[in-house]
């Protein structure tokens, strides 16, 4: 199975802020990288798909970017909606498996 | 409205028996992947299983192999996961999920999700 590891696990950032989460595959996933966003008690929505596009709807503020092996997901101006834990998945096999998450929460 | 909605969840024992069902609609149920995905009281996403569109391929998780089944009746625009040999290490909500796929490009993602159906296993 292909192993997702996310750094950090968790951070504590300001309205404003300009925040980063990486997320390494353990082996070249090509470009098949997703991130969601889960609020508590909610189901998590898809923000970016095949590592860069943005899911309809999503705000422009997020971006991905990367591929092979190492990918990021960019906040670029934090807001209030966005404190939330946030998952990157491989769909390049099955299982399709996701990070272990990172709770971004306020500072 | 493109909507997912799971039901059959609850309390059971361990060693027991249980299916999740999931309804679709809004959209051409028959024409996509299906997923389980579930999520461990604050625990992270963790894959289950998946069924092809016309229920003609599963795949299961180690941890589900040998006692979980996932079927779907497109008839019906229903997916169902059936749940044996429960554990407490099952315990968690259960999502539904579709997966919408490109094969002109990269996109395979759950881009749908259902609202999620509590199992509980304990004696």
């Known amino acids: 199975d292909i192993q997702m590891t996310q750094s950090p696990s968790s951070l504590s950032a300001s309205v404003g802020d300009r925040l980063t989460i990486t997320c390494r595959a353990s082996q070249s996933i090509s470009s098949y990288l997703n991130w969601y966003q889960q609020k508590p008690g909610k189901a998590p929505k898809l923000l970016i798909y095949a590592a860069s596009s943005l899911q309809s709807g999503v705000p422009s503020r997020f971006s991905g970017s990367g591929s092979g092996t190492d990918f990021t997901l960019t906040i670029s101006s934090l807001q209030p909606e966005d404190f939330a834990t946030y998952y990157c998945?491989?769909?390049?096999?099955?299982?399709?498996?996701f990070g272990q998450g990172t709770n971004v929460d306020i500072k | 409205e493109v909507q997912l909605v799971e039901s059959g969840g609850g309390l059971v024992q361990p060693g027991g028996s249980l299916r999740l069902s999931c309804a679709a609609s809004g959209f051409t149920f028959s024409s996509y992947w299906m997923h389980w995905v579930r999520q461990a009281p604050g625990k992270g996403l963790v894959w289950v299983s998946r069924?092809?569109?016309?229920?003609?391929?599963?795949t299961y998780a180690d941890s589900v192999k040998g006692r979980f089944t996932i079927s779907r009746d497109n008839g019906k625009n229903t997916l169902y996961l059936q749940m044996n040999s429960l554990r407490a290490e099952d315990t968690a909500v259960y999502y539904c999920v579709r997966e919408s796929q490109d094969s002109s490009s990269w996109l395979r993602a759950f881009d749908i999700w259902g609202q999620g159906t509590m199992v509980t296993v304990s004696s």
């Open positions: 069924i092809h569109s016309n229920g003609s391929s599963t």
């Open positions: 998945q491989q769909s390049y096999t099955t299982p399709r498996t």
